[in-house]
């Protein structure tokens, strides 16, 4: 499998190719195939085939393409912005290659990529918007299939509202810069002017465009307070997606992975202001006043938090900010990295006669001197989330002993949450303490402590205790946890 970051082995690009010749070489279906593609565009087609079908024969007599019938010479390249080896014959296709690329073309060998100077895509077609689709050597059924699709997804209607968009380019050039020129061009594609286009009423869809173009009211700012997820980035809710694409910047953690931030618009600003342990970008007072100053300059901005931005986020000191400076805020929910950590383990956070109420927690919330509220209830059986606890495990798991847990409670461990990279630990709360030795767990951890934990799928797990045993220093250390022995 490729790695999650893996890169174009091509890079599409659209080429223009109106008034220019395009020579294809061939007789039978491949060329056919080929010409009825190019023929979408405002290209001149020259068919290079000296025994041509009738079906061929049919397609150059309704276009208008040109036809050379002869046997094919270098000679006929001559000029053209692309060719197309299409013969069928591996030798004469080799040859049209060497000489296209001796003349400086770009050529494409059809069902041979390895003599490919680039790769034709499944094509849908609304013009003047075009979308190509290309799978780098997945095959071309996968692209038919994915072309299918998009197809389907867009209104036919699509191609009148670009052409539509292009005549107000010029018009639209003139509002200012950023926030206000993109309204117009949201509301132009998702307002009264598509809508009237997709009517067929184009004298109202132009009427409408004007209209927005007249709108002078002062643009506000609004902050999206964005959860991320924990992670993968097709767990990103469709709202957040809609709104990244929205956003004028993007201010986000450092727990946030560069792919999800990367689902924003391209030319939106990116701001990193996240906090790790021991290394804050950003105090959360400064993090504050930048949302306002964003804010108050009419931005649209997503604030993404890993996560769910109401669960550890500190989301609360920044909506009281917001509040407080009059700018309008929203908040998205993520899924939280417990709810990822137990789908990866198909563990029940809650079990019907075993477990019926969760607490989210912190490692660090069990090291002041007196137990929180919500010890007794791990100890009457609920489920404890806790967050960020890798470096604390120990302590979690001494002073939860301390309180009355049994050393035997069952605990799940998940490193990267939902990621593809995510390395996944079983045991007791007497084994929890190994956690602290193992510096090669550089991601983030959550640890889910509970009767219900004894519910889940270890299949995929590896035992605490194996890296326990390995290290005897650690393993008394353990014991005495185990033992609720005071260190």
């Known amino acids: 499998m490729p790695p999650t970051n893996a890169k174009l082995n091509t890079f599409p690009v659209f080429m223009r190719v109106d008034g220019e010749a395009v020579a294809i070489v061939g007789n039978g279906e491949e060329a056919l195939a080929k010409a009825r593609l190019l023929s979408q565009s405002s290209a001149v087609l020259r068919i290079v085939a000296d025994n041509a079908g009738g079906s ?37 296709d080799r040859r049209v290659v060497e000489d296209a690329r001796r003349l400086g073309i770009a050529v494409n060998a059809v069902d041979r990529p390895e003599l490919c100077d680039f790769f034709t895509p499944a094509l849908v077609n609304r013009a003047p918007v075009a979308i190509a689709i290309g799978t780098e050597g997945a095959g071309p059924v996968l692209a038919q299939m994915l072309r299918g699709r998009i197809d389907r997804m867009l209104s036919p209607s699509l191609g009148r509202l670009a052409a539509l968009a292009a005549s107000f380019r010029a018009s639209a050039e003139s509002l200012p810069k950023g926030n206000r020129r993109r309204r117009f061009w949201s509301d132009f594609f998702a307002g009264a002017p598509a809508r009237a286009v997709e009517a067929g009423e184009l004298a109202e869809a132009h009427g409408a465009a004007l209209e927005l173009l007249a709108q002078d009211a002062p643009v506000e700012g609004h902050i999206a307070l964005v959860g991320a997820g924990p992670g993968a980035e097709d767990l990103l809710t469709l709202r957040a997606h809609r709104l990244l694409m929205e956003a004028d910047a993007i201010v986000y953690d450092a727990l946030v992975p560069e792919a999800i931030v990367g689902m924003g618009r391209r030319d939106a600003e990116r ?92 490692g660090h919330d069990l090291k002041g001197n007196s137990l929180p509220d919500w010890a007794k209830l791990a100890i009457s059986g609920a489920t404890v989330a806790v967050y960020m606890g890798r470096s604390v495990a120990a302590e979690v798991a001494g002073r939860l002993i301390e309180a009355g847990l049994s050393p035997d409670t069952a605990v799940a461990v998940v490193e990267n949450a939902s990621l593809g990279t995510r390395r996944r630990f079983h045991g007791t709360l007497a084994d929890l303490p190994s956690l602290e030795e193992r510096a090669d767990l550089t991601g983030p951890v959550m ?18 205790a194996a890296h326990r045993r390995e290290d005897t220093g650690h393993e008394g250390a353990a014991s005495a946890v185990a033992e609720g022995v005071e260190q």
Do not use: W
């Not at 007599?61 to 053209?80: C, N, P």
């Open 271 to 362: 701001l990193p202001v996240g906090k790790r342990k021991g290394c804050h970008s950003k105090s959360q007072e400064e993090i504050n006043a930048l949302l306002v100053e964003l804010g108050r300059a009419g931005k649209r901005v997503v604030r993404l938090k890993s996560g769910d931005p109401l669960v550890f986020g500190r989301a609360g000191e920044e909506m009281a900010a917001l509040r407080e400076a009059g700018i309008a805020y929203e908040v998205v929910p993520g899924v939280t990295a417990a709810f990822a950590a137990a789908a990866d383990f198909e563990l029940p956070l809650t079990l019907r006669g075993v477990s019926s109420s969760m607490v989210f927690t912190t």
């Open 56 to 92: 061929l024969l049919d397609f150059i007599a309704s276009t208008g393409a040109v036809h050379i019938d002869a046997a094919y010479e270098a000679a006929h390249l001559q000029g053209a912005a692309l060719v197309f080896a299409a013969s069928g014959d591996e030798a004469l």
């Open 447 to 464: 640890t889910i402590i509970g009767d219900a934990v004894a519910g889940a799928n270890f299949e995929q797990s590896e035992p605490l």
